[in-house]
């Protein structure tokens, strides 16, 4: 492949155009086509990145040359070709509408089901705003009530400028980067994400990113968030939009890091609803995530999360278990509907002494989706009296759609006690016609049975991303029974 | 009210409902009485509209409109409910929340806005002191581990919180204790008025010592073979229903 200046670069980008669906109309800057030691050298360039992070970033695509892809999910899906994507693009927003008028009605109508206020309906479909709402001005607001406090809460590249010191010593602790195919991929190429850093002893006083998440919307492909919580420190961390995300992006390759240090606690909350792709499998979005989190002595991480986009998920929101009593939980919701394909779950890594974990899977799967569950509970030699309790539960609606379960338990200390329980139902008619007898109807006797099934996921979101949550499994569900 | 003309009804291959004809007015309180299998729970799912059976002739007429067409909501929102002989279990959704749904999805039927959070509390404050229901039963999941009699308890709760105009209870008194049921016929005592009408069906007199019917029929076979007063069911109580079969054999 023949190298790219930086000329030869600007001279393609005036070419290209891009369609960022129901973003908007992005006028980009976007490299060729393609991978190799330059565009990661150009991208690094491109975000004045200091040296370290360059290195950094070339050393991950060296790994990643070598890497295969992995084969064992249980997701068939077209590999992407990886020479075939443009590595870097700009977002340079400008308003796409003048008004809402111009708003495609049927994603209006979607945003409405969902109780988006018509401000924030205005921001996500790129409708230009008054000064006075403008996210920015809030945004604004409440990062100086956050940096009062000490806490750090800016876009990673940001923090590579500012903060290299705290980035440079943890990036890539967690999740290194030979870790895997996709994490290697996003080490080399990461396109931006956020950064925090809560100080010892503080308790963040909002949820990090409510107010934030609706201009984090086009962070990109190869999303990177790195999130500290230093000793005896807390933060609750909302990821995600309940908004349906389309974008022209098939692959997409983030990575999140949590470290919990001694006596803090996390809470990470995502709802992901990319585009799954049209109801004959067509052209969603391919989600391949690495998420880890450490927990030092005493610490606590929770994931929490609500999956119900793309056409093929693959991710395992992580635990290692490093310091004596930490704690890890997962709590997860995936949803599947028509071709989509979803392979998800955790892994709790028991290190420490008296370490616990907690995971409660609810796999929902309808059309001729398959979901299937994969977790591994992996207990340490010097892990004494580790603790894990582990439910995973499937409902199905119709019978071309699957559910697998496959729970990996690795037990090397005797004192552990690991208890496992799994369920499998189907919504029966019958539930369905007491429903209905009740004056309510089949689309909306699904949503309550399924929002039923989900209650104990859907209790450990923040509240007002639960009440979202549950409207957009009522929406993912549509249509899902004739 | 009600008005079934000659209705045959089944599933595939097998017919269960062999010509019914009833007629319930307002006001009026039938008991429908016979043996197992006969297919009372059949008729009140034909008459609440589960799509599994397919009604092969005859119609069911309610408030003067052939509804053999309206899906089983739409039914309900006209205002016909049914005490299911077997309630079923939804994990995961509170009595309230079930209830709440039900009576805003009823609402929206009808083109009125969602109940005021005051209104429904005070609704089901009230409804719940009628039935002698624990409040923080209604906070428990719908019909997940309740023991029989608090499922039946149960149904008629909704249908108090509901307010039907025909309420079809299917063996309601049947898994209530001696009080429970008290309680329970004097609650459905209580929500009949001129304008409603109720059609009981059960294998006891007892429960028809409370809620007194205008009328007993006598399912057999899938049709209504016998029709009196209550003293009906005082004669069934007594002989069971061998000499009807006779009757109707000879
Ligand atoms: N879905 C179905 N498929 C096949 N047979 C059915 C179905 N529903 C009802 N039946 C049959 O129809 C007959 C009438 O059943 P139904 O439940 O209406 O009786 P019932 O009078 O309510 O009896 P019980 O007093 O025991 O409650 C029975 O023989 C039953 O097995
Ligand atoms: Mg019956």
Redesign the pocket.
Known sequence: MSKYTEDDLREELKTKEYEYGFYTDIESETFPNGLNEDIVKAISKKKEEPEWMTEWRLEAFRIWKDMEEPEWANVNYEKPDFQGISYYSAPNSKPKYDSIDEVDPELLATFDKLGISLDEQKKLAGVAMDVVVDSVSVATTFKETLAEQGIIFMSISEAIKEHPELVKKYIGTVVPQKDNFYAALNSAVFSDGSFCYIPKGVRCPMELSTYFRINQAGTGQFERTLVIADEGSYVSYLEGCTAPSRDENQLHAAVVELIALDDSEIKYSTVQNWFPGNAEGKGGVFNFVTKRGLCETNAKISWTQVETGSAVTWKYPSCVLKGNNSVGEFYSIAVTNNYQQADTGTKMIHLGKNTKSTIISKGISAGKSQNSYRGLVQINSRAENARNFSQCDSLLMGNECGAHTFPYIEAKNQTAQIEHEATTSKIGEDQIFYCNQRGIDTEKAIALIVNGFSKEVLNKLPMEFAVEAQKLLEISLEGSVG | MLKIENLHA???D?S?LKGINLEVKPGEVHAIM????????????VIAGKE??EVSEGNIVFEGEDIEELAAEERAHKGIFLSF?YPVEIPGVSVTNFVKTAINETRKAKGLEDMPAKDMLKLIREKSDLLEIDRKFLSRSLNEGFSGGEKKRNEIFQMAMLEPKLAIL??TDSGLDIDALRIVANGVNKLKSKDNAVIV?T?YQRLLDYIVPDFVHV?HN?KIVKSGTKELAHELEEKGYDWIKDEVNV
């Open positions: 089944g599933v595939e097998k269960i016979g043996p197992n299998g006969s297919g009372k729970s059949t008729l009140s799912s599994e059976y002989q299917d063996e069906i294998h399912l899938g």
